[in-house]
């Protein structure tokens, strides 16, 4: 089956320290692999994609790597800002594009 | 309108009542799914549809939910017979084109008493 595994949280960091949010998956076939971010009181929204294997997605200096051969797709980013403080969740679209799986969301408070 | 919009943004009901929450979804977006999230949980797919009719309904947990879209646009997700453990966030998506890219809404939060 389809499934999504992400780090718990919560994970809070000091402005300018290094993130790492880790998320494995479980898939059959091909799947695509997102980073949504959810901001205090707003609605989900997508961070970055990667539709195959070595993609590489990027977006506000967040960076995550399709990776097949350890079925991953961790989140990082090399310095955060206390702007970056949500709830980050990693998902699956499957190659049917209709079903998107959800990990559980890591919540992350950046500290000045 | 500029983004999904969802309502009501809360709604506290008894258990047995009827339920009804509405999304309205970007303009011209032909995908559109539901899921609901519980505390602590990420989103869980309900169902999702593609124009009027519903594609894929495999998330629905029993016949007491169902959802309609009978324009192709506005969706209504309809609950008969609450029970506690329907509290949660429904949250509504539209899609282009179903290649990944959801805009949700903000959600309605449902507490059922």
């Known amino acids: 089956g389809n499934s999504v595994t992400q780090m718990e949280g919560p994970v809070t960091l000091s402005e300018e320290a290094f993130l790492t949010i880790n998320c494995t998956y479980t898939a059959t076939g091909y799947p695509s692999l997102f980073w949504y971010v959810q901001y205090p009181g707003e609605g989900l929204q997508l961070l970055l994609k990667?539709?195959?294997?070595?993609d590489k997605g990027s977006n506000k200096g967040f960076e995550a790597t399709y990776r097949k051969e350890t079925t991953s797709f961790h989140l990082e980013k090399g310095s955060v800002q206390v702007s970056d403080s949500a709830v980050y969740f990693c998902?699956?679209?499957?190659?049917?594009?209709?079903?998107?799986?959800f990990g559980t969301g890591t919540s992350l408070t950046v500290i000045p | 309108g500029a983004g999904v919009s969802q309502t009501p943004s809360n709604k506290v009901t008894e258990k047995g009542k009827y339920v009804e929450l509405r999304c309205d979804p970007i303009?011209?977006?032909?995908?559109l799914y539901w899921y609901r999230q519980s505390l602590g949980q990420g989103p869980e797919f309900l169902i999702y549809?593609?124009?009027?009719?519903?594609?894929?309904d495999s998330g629905l947990p029993n016949d007491r939910f169902f959802a309609v879209r009978p324009e192709g646009s506005v969706s209504t997700l309809k609950i008969q017979r609450t029970e506690r453990g329907d509290s949660a966030v429904y949250l509504c998506a539209s899609s282009l084109n179903s290649d990944g890219e959801l805009f949700f809404g903000e959600g309605s939060r449902l507490t059922v008493l």
């Open positions: 549809f593609q124009g009027t009719g519903a594609a894929d």
């Open positions: 990667a539709t195959k294997a070595d």
């Open positions: 303009s011209g977006h032909t995908a």
């Open positions: 998902a699956l679209g499957t190659n049917t594009g209709n079903q998107f799986y």
